[in-house]
């Protein structure tokens, strides 16, 4: 696919948005990393670099309304096209459903749901030239919802819908659209949430993060570059008659059909 084919990468400082721009880097022959940490975008785009793609960085918050259009200018200014958007970016906190505050709710969607909405529809035209690839980034508790991670379920939920809208319009624009559900993937933001987590559970680390897989009923946690490479397939051309799917990939967790 190289040419000069261009993907844009958002949340690509860390976790599953690096592990997705190094392994575009081998595909594409740029890849557009943001997210909010410049130091961390820096590394990534190094990293890119020598895999053999041309990195932009653009440090931008997603959560207000203006980052998108800036991205999506600065995308088009450098490269004069967009042939994949992977929309990667998006923590949302995971507090009980009875204590969660309004402004955690907004802080939630503003970045992972609103602030994807904002840029796929500011690269829709850029896409729609290059006939190009949208994927948008869910979560498995999207499919289990529990009171305690309530926010990301719903939000995650909201992720799907939207991902299937955009696939109507784009089966008509010539842009394909798809959602990915990753499972527990052993991210730095999840060996963070074990190292609160388990000496309030009364456990080292490691028994926690043996616990966890246990309870939700999988072999082991996954790997980003697992999600990586399932992004890579999905924006590929095996993949261009796929459009409109939610694709799983959690190692089993999700028990239902």
Known sequence: MKGNAVAIVTGASQGIGRATALRLARDFSAVVLTARNEEELQRTAAAVESAGAEPLVCKLDLRKPQAAEVLVKNTLDRFGRIDALLNIAGAVPQTDLFEMTDAQWDDGMALKLHGARRLTILAWDALKASTG??????????????????????????????????????????????????????????????????????????????????????ARFGKPEEIADLMAFLVSPSAKWMTGASVRMDGGETKGI
Do not use: C, Y
């Open 133 to 218: 690839s949208v994927v948008l980034i869910s979560g498995s508790a999207a499919l289990d919802p529990k009171p305690a991670f309530a926010a990301v379920a719903t939000i995650n939920a909201a992720i799907i819908a939207l991902a299937k809208a955009f696939a109507e319009q784009g089966i008509k624009d010539g842009v394909q659209v798809n959602s990915v559900i990753p499972g527990a993937v052993m991210t730095g933001r999840r060996e963070s949430f074990f190292k609160k987590w388990a000496p309030a559970h009364n456990l080292t680390i490691d028994e926690a993060m043996k616990k966890f897989p246990e309870e939700a009923g999988i």
